[in-house]
Every structure is written in C-alpha cells, then in structure tokens.
Nanobody, 120 residues
Framework: YVQLVESGGGSVQAGGSLKLSCKVS????????MAWFRQPPGKGREGVASIWTTDGRTNYVPSVKDRFTISQDNAKNMVYLQMNSLKPEDTGTYYC??????????????WGQGTQVTVS
C-alpha cells in the first residue's frame, strides 16, 4: 500500500520561500522517479520538477528553473521542493507523485493529496 503525503504548504508574500516535503510509505520499486506537480485555481495540472531516485537527475519546467530545487533523501523516503523567489503565479495546489519515470508528464501511478501554496 503506497501512500504519498505532502506537507509544507502555506501562504507567503511574493519573493518569499517555502519548502514542501513528500513522505513516501510503502515499496514502489528499486528504481523509480518522483515529481512535483501543481494546479492553479481553475487551471490544469502541470509538472514542476522531477527527480530520478537512482542517480539524482532532475528536470524543471522553465518557469521555475533557478528558483525551485527538487531533492531527495532516499534513506528517509522523502522528496523535497525548495521554492524561492515565489511569485503570485506559483499559487496552486502542489502534488507529489511517484512511480516509473515520466519526467514532467502527468502519468505517475501514485499521487499525494496535495498541499496548498498561496503567493500574494
């Protein structure tokens, strides 16, 4: 039984920072990927960042490049998203995802419940 639980969301002013966390419970695979997606109010879901758990390779949507950093702690089964220089357009529900590697495509098998991020 695989579960992903996000935490760390909140409300910040433009220019501020937040660090999201995703805790993975249960076995996925020896080699898999994790990713962060977000969904602004009234809009579709988009991939934000992904990471290959085996070698640490990352990918980012251009709009967050150099502002957001995805990282992992395999020993703790955790993935993080450090978000700096936040902008109002970063507002949305952020979701953690995990399974085989799909980069920024919304094809992951496992998803968290989401955590709210509001930038004013």
């Amino acid at each position: 039984y695989v579960q992903l639980v996000e935490s760390g969301g909140g409300s910040v002013q433009a220019g501020g920072s937040l660090k999201l966390s995703c805790k993975v419970s249960g076995y996925i695979a020896n080699s898999y990927c994790m990713a962060w997606f977000r969904q602004p109010p009234g809009k579709g879901r988009e991939g934000v960042a992904s990471i290959w758990t085996t070698d640490g390779r990352t990918n980012y949507v251009p709009s967050v490049k150099d502002r957001f950093t995805i990282s992992q702690d395999n020993a703790k089964n955790m993935v993080y998203l450090q978000m700096n220089s936040l902008k109002p357009e970063d507002t949305g529900t952020y979701y953690c995802a995990a399974s085989g590697c799909y980069g920024l495509r919304p094809l992951y098998r496992y998803w968290g419940q989401g955590t709210q991020v509001t930038v004013s």
